[in-house]
């Protein structure tokens, strides 16, 4: 396949740590926030979302943190694994009557065994 | 039932030929959109529609890309006398609803402008 970002921010971890991916957002009247994995050749791939009302939620294996104080959003992924390797993007939905996406600078996530 | 599938997965074309990229989103998916996704970005914006209707277009970069989905399913972004600037992976996303934030996206397509 070929790659997403060549000049992205990269995260590199061993395999079995855990990950913080950060994202600053633009639009504090956005109604939700949403983490996205786009591996090499495909599109992006819905993680977890949070609503704005809220400060954290916890998928499998993964956590949103949303602090709407500094507009800043993050993804921690437990116990990190190959697998999870590929570019993550935050993205928001600025409230417009639909649900139009506007993502942030993603960050590419390098795991080794 | 199937994801999002998109035709073709790869189009090579010369400055000034027209193009149309194909979307099939998943059936029922009332809302959709398309997004322009250039090597290194986040995928931006480009047009959506709400079944047959194209309710926002603001995100079509000039007069050249043109979007429609006639019978409110398989919709078709064209792009007419290509630049190089054109080129980008083009993304296709449904959802279920215009409430739905979670969006399905197809693989892309990547149009390369020679």
């Known amino acids: 396949g070929e790659s997403v970002g060549l000049h992205l921010p990269t995260l590199s971890v061993q395999e079995g740590d855990n990950s913080i991916i950060n994202c600053a957002y633009s639009?504090?009247?956005?109604?939700?926030f949403i983490w996205y994995k786009q591996e090499s050749g495909k599109g992006p791939q819905f993680i977890i979302d949070?609503?704005?009302?809220?400060d954290k939620r916890q998928g499998q294996r993964v956590t949103v943190l949303l602090n709407k104080t500094v507009k800043h959003l993050s993804l921690q992924i437990a116990a990190t694994q190959p697998g999870d390797s590929a570019v993550y993007f935050c993205a928001e939905t600025p409230n417009t009557g639909f649900q139009k996406l506007v993502f942030g600078t993603g960050t590419r996530l390098l795991v080794s065994p | 039932g199937a994801g999002v599938s998109q035709s073709p997965r790869y189009k090579v074309a010369k400055r000034g030929q027209d193009v149309a990229l194909r979307c099939d989103p998943i059936s029922g998916h009332v809302s959709l959109f398309w997004y322009q996704q250039a090597l290194g970005q986040g995928p931006e914006f480009l047009t959506y529609f709400q079944n047959e209707a194209q309710l926002d277009k603001s995100g079509l970069p000039s007069d050249r890309f043109f979007a429609e989905r006639p019978e409110g399913s398989v919709s078709t972004l064209k792009i007419q006398r290509t630049q190089q600037e054109d080129s980008a992976v083009y993304l296709c996303a449904s959802s279920l609803d215009p409430g739905s934030y979670e969006q399905y996206f197809g693989p892309g397509t990547r149009l390369t402008v020679t």
């Open positions: 639009n504090s009247a956005s109604d939700y």
């Open positions: 949070i609503r704005s009302n809220m």
